[in-house]
């Protein structure tokens, strides 16, 4: 038993992870290596994509929460040769329902390639470095995460603090943390700072996840008017447009009713490119006209007349009797549009004063979206010098719940080695003190109280049962004697074996003593485990949904982890189902000898006190000899006894 558990700790030893390379600073306790992946087998962006704040979205997926601070003031993002520091923004940190959203700032995103950086965590006297200011590089005039109060109008992360002015309608769950409802109501005004004045022919970007719920008319998602000159951006029947100066962009397929998608808009003084997750659907060969004024989110600006369509050359029109008109007339105007305020979602809005990269509006639709394939979550390291591996990166992304069925079967398990442990050693005792006992009682032959009085002996053999069921027997015989009785009847001899037979079953007892607790440790500790596994698989499956990511870098770790607990309850049973096994075999074989011991020295002692015939144990008086025995008396003439007697009785002088 004990060359098993030498086995068992040998084999879980060399599952422990390699030593960890070189560290940032030796305040921060763990790291996480992510991976920046546009291969093909990632993100699949073949171009470079520049300067991004890329989404790290953790959930118990593919984070423990383990060692953090409870606000996230001890993250810290590092490059992959652990050389420079990238600014980050936390937007949302709860360990508690085991998610965080966080914004960091890579430098340079190559295309086709992987890039590592690092995330530190564990320094408990770590300052907030959380900065949305600098993470978000200055040609960013205005990002809205949408994260605040509600009824609190949102807030700009960037440094031009260009806060709105009116609240949304209300703030509900987005693709990334919380988002703006749009009720087609009142929309949500943006001021007119100088940061985001357009000027003629300038460069500009707007980018945004929509969540249409009745995309029905023409319908409007960003409007800024100044006087005659206008820019729109909405939904026609469901249809993306970006509209300037009553010049539409062309018709391209329609949004998805009720779900989130990704909308971007961008101008580089010549084009203007309309963006539908990430790809580019529609372009405009136009420039922006100079915008200075407020801009409405979620519908037109209030106070506005109703946009006129572009021109229509005509030849003639004819209207209830009227003449037509000549041929060279200059143009005709058509009907003037009244547009609807957006009904649905607005999530994560951002404007630039540059025309952002298609490679970059990619990267925003792939990395930000629940199917996130940019990014990738590696393993967690321990700063005291040895690494988790990949072991360790189950153990940091099992949910809170299977931890505590984990506890259970830890406890289950240590107890259980315990009990083989210890089983083991008292019975390899018994055994030892048995088969001593045996070479002594084998020389005794019919002196069976020679080793009653030797107390050395009895030191010895105090581990034997043998010997505690030789002490009863003797003692019943001096019992008897003390009181009287010298004679072993076939019943006194069935009573000592009787004395000899219940020292015997608590002998059993003992040895069976604790054996349960085996039993219940083979059958229930694999059930305990499928427990855990169950509840971490809810647990992984309601996180993600929670998280809106779905992929299976997302699914994967944290299935792993709550398979780890099946693992665990067969881990504990199959120990435990060997060590079972070989005790009660050791056991039978103690229970075998004591059986056989007691039908040895009862056997012995009928032998001892039985020598004699039967009539000579009956007492002392019948030792003496008896009288011969009278032969059959006889009559004269034959009679028999029985007339002799009533002769010899007979009076005197009869016949």
């Given amino acids: 038993m004990q060359r098993l558990i030498i086995l068992i700790l040998a084999l879980a030893a060399s599952w422990l992870p390699s030593v960890a390379s070189a560290w940032w600073q030796p305040d921060w306790q763990y790291r996480k290596q992510i991976s920046i992946d546009t291969t093909p087998e990632g993100g699949a962006i073949g171009e470079t994509v520049g300067r ?78 959380s900065n949305g200011q600098i993470t978000f590089d200055p040609n960013y005039t205005l990002v809205y995460h949408f994260d605040g109060a509600l009824g609190a109008p949102a807030r700009d992360s960037t440094a031009y603090t260009n806060h709105a002015q009116t ?47 009745q995309p029905a008319g023409q319908q409007l998602v960003y409007a800024r008017r100044d006087g005659a000159n206008s820019l729109l951006i909405g939904l026609d029947q469901g249809v993306p447009f970006v509209e300037v100066n009553g010049q539409r962009s062309p018709a391209g397929a329609p949004v998805s009713p009720g779900a ?73 105007a058509a009907p003037s549009v009244t547009y609807a305020p957006f009904v649905g979602a607005i999530d994560e809005l951002r404007l630039s004063k540059v025309a952002r990269p298609a490679a970059l509006i990619f990267a925003d639709a792939t990395a930000q979206g629940a199917e996130s394939r940019l990014t990738v979550y590696g393993v967690d390291e321990e700063q005291s010098g040895f690494g988790f591996g990949a072991l360790g990166f189950l153990f940091a992304a099992v949910p809170f719940d299977a931890w505590i069925v984990l506890a259970v079967l830890a406890f289950m398990m240590v107890q259980s080695w315990i009990i083989m442990a210890r089983k083991s050693r008292a019975v390899g005792r018994i055994q030892r003190a048995n088969s001593e006992f045996r070479t002594v009682f084998a020389k005794v032959g019919q002196q069976l109280e020679m080793l009653a009085d030797d107390t050395s002996l009895a030191g010895r053999l105090k581990d034997a049962s043998l010997w505690r069921l030789y002490e009863t027997a003797i003692n019943e015989v ?116 004591m059986r056989v011991f007691v039908d040895e020295f009862v056997t012995r002692l009928a032998e001892v006190y039985n020598q004699a015939p039967p009539e000579a144990t009956q007492g002392a008086a019948s030792n003496a000899p008896k009288p011969p025995k009278a032969p059959k008396a006889t009559g004269v003439n034959g009679q028999s006894s029985h007339d002799a007697r009533l002769a010899s009785t007979a009076p005197v002088g009869t016949v």
Avoid at 502 to 526: D, F, H, W, Y
Wanted: proline share 6%; glycine share 12%; charged share 15%.
């Fill in 478 to 593: 001096r019992t008897r004697r003390a009181q009287g009785v010298h004679a072993m009847t076939p019943q006194t001899i069935e009573s000592i074996r009787a004395s000899m037979d219940g020292v015997r079953t608590k002998e059993n007892q003992r040895l069976g003593a604790r054996m349960g607790i085996l039993s219940n440790a083979i059958a229930g500790g694999p059930y305990i485990g499928l427990l855990g596994t169950v509840l971490g698989i809810m647990v992984v499956f309601l996180g993600t949904a929670m998280a809106g990511d779905v992929n299976i870098n997302a699914i994967a770790p944290g299935m792993a982890a709550a398979l780890l607990a099946t693992a665990a309850g067969l881990f504990v049973a199959i120990p435990a189902l060997f060590g079972y096994n070989r005790i009660v075999g050791r056991n039978k074989e103690v229970g075998a000898d």
């Fill in 52 to 129: 991004t704040p890329l989404l790290v979205r953790l959930h118990t997926g593919n984070f423990a929460f383990d060692g953090t601070n409870e606000n996230g003031s001890d993250l810290r993002f590092v490059t992959g040769d652990d050389q420079i520091v990238l600014n980050h923004q936390v937007e949302s940190f709860d360990p508690l329902m085991g998610m965080a959203l966080v914004w960091v700032d890579i430098p340079e995103v190559l295309g086709g390639a992987r890039q590592d950086i690092w995330m530190y965590y564990g320094n408990e006297k770590a300052p907030v470095a």
């Fill in 167 to 213: 609240p949304p309608a209300g703030v509900i769950d987005g693709v990334v943390g919380r988002a703006a409802q749009f009720a087609g109501t009142a929309p949500m005004m943006l001021p007119a700072s100088p940061s985001l004045a357009v000027p003629a022919a300038g460069a500009f970007t707007f980018s945004a996840w929509i969540r249409a719920d």
């Fill in 260 to 332: 989130w998608q990704h909308l971007a808009v961008t101008a580089d003084g010549s084009q203007i490119v309309l963006y539908v997750q990430g790809r580019a659907t529609a372009s405009l060969a136009a420039s922006l006209p100079p915008l200075n004024t407020v801009a409405a989110l979620g519908g037109d600006v209030p106070g506005a007349a109703p946009a006129v369509q572009a021109p229509v050359e005509a030849e003639a029109v004819v209207a209830e009797g009227v003449e037509t008109l000549e041929a060279d007339a200059a143009t005709v």
